[in-house]
């Protein structure tokens, strides 16, 4: 029973097309998400999100932009897609900070992401 | 501008050697300190460390926080080959759901 679940796993696409990622998590977790791992594994934050607030990493291009439908769900939409896009894209949910202990922030299994 | 720092950045020991992974962090508002694993998909929980000089063990795996010099340390006593993986600290910074601010990872490799 997967807690936080990404799609697509993979996916390729041209320069210049729009693409997004969905991601569910089935935990009642409060905050959503997405962060990018590039290729020498390093995990950036991108945005986090919760019913009330959204906080955006001033680094993300605008071209980046997630969507929540509901509390379970944060997407990530992306226009005109760039080579340096490539990269390994991964969801994530929390809990309220008091509940952290026990299962630190859950992460989604990832999108790898080739813009060819 | 937060800064968290993994070192090594990679290592190759042999099964059953004890290994201490490193993180120093210079950021504002600290609040806690997390260990994850990552083998080849999700970055996995292991640790999250708020108070200083209290250790945490799950099996062979053990860390401690020192807020006083900004570092944390992560031991893994008895290494098996199941244990290669890169190693993942994040901060957690007081400032609202922003997230986990991530080193760089330590890369260990477990030879048999």
């Known amino acids: 029973d997967t807690a936080v679940s990404q799609t697509p796993k993979y996916l390729v696409t041209q320069m210049g097309n729009d693409k997004s990622i969905k991601c569910e998590q089935n935990?009642?977790?409060?905050?959503m998400y997405w962060y990018k791992q590039d290729s020498k594994k390093f995990l950036k934050i991108m945005f986090s999100?919760?019913?009330?607030?959204?906080?955006i990493n001033e680094t993300v291009p605008n071209r980046f932009s997630p969507k929540s439908p509901d509390k379970a769900h944060l997407n990530l939409h992306i226009n005109s897609l760039e080579l340096g896009d490539s990269a390994v894209y991964f969801c994530?949910?929390?809990?309220?900070?008091?509940?952290?202990?026990?299962?630190?922030?859950?992460f989604g299994s990832g999108t790898r992401l080739t813009v060819v | 501008e937060d800064k968290v720092v993994q070192s090594p950045l990679s290592l190759v020991v042999h099964e059953g050697d004890t290994v201490t992974l490193n993180c120093s962090y210079e950021?504002?508002?600290?609040?806690?300190l997390l260990w994850y694993k990552q083998e080849k998909k999700a970055p996995t929980f292991l640790f999250m460390l708020?108070?200083?000089?209290i250790e945490k063990k799950s099996g062979r795996l053990s860390s401690i926080l020192d807020k006083k010099e900004l570092f944390s340390i992560l031991n893994i006593t008895a290494t098996q080959t199941g244990d290669s993986a890169v190693y993942l600290c994040?901060?957690?910074?007081?400032?609202?759901?922003?997230?986990?601010?991530f080193g760089k990872g330590t890369h260990l490799i477990i030879q048999p």
């Open positions: 994530a949910s929390s809990q309220e900070p008091g509940q952290l202990w026990r299962h630190g922030y859950t």
């Open positions: 935990l009642g977790h409060d905050t």
């Open positions: 999100y919760n019913n009330k607030e959204l906080i």
């Open positions: 950021v504002t508002n600290f609040r806690s």
């Open positions: 708020t108070s200083s000089g």
């Open positions: 994040a901060v957690v910074i007081r400032r609202g759901a922003d997230g986990l601010t």
